[in-house]
């Protein structure tokens, strides 16, 4: 039976956020908030990247995968599996269709 005096074993929360800053496609930056590792790895499921990358020039480069590795400043993008050389231009598709017809 519990006294009203018990304490109950309540598990540890964070009660702020971390914002990332992420440079959107339009050259943008966007500021989305993430209450703990969770959010970071649902965020990454549903744009199915690999991690976070900072803007940088050095080989190889870090893929941020974990919230606390998160810098306060820094601007990010997101990091998927592709070459950046494979990625889809609609401009060449349309342009191939042209040629065909």
């Not at 930056?29 to 690999?50: E, F, H, N, V």
């Amino acid at each position: 039976m519990f006294s009203r005096f018990s304490t109950l074993a309540r598990p540890a929360q964070r009660f702020f956020s971390t914002g990332v800053k992420l440079e959107l496609k339009s050259g943008r930056i966007g500021l989305i908030k993430l209450q703990d590792q969770a959010d970071l790895d649902k965020m990454l499921t549903r744009s199915s990247s690999l991690g976070l990358v900072a803007d940088a020039e050095e080989d190889p480069i870090d893929i941020i995968t974990s919230l606390g590795d998160l810098q306060k400043d820094t601007v990010y993008h997101l990091a998927f599996g592709f070459d950046e050389q494979d990625v889809f231009d609609e401009e060449d598709f349309e342009e191939g269709e042209e040629k065909e017809q």
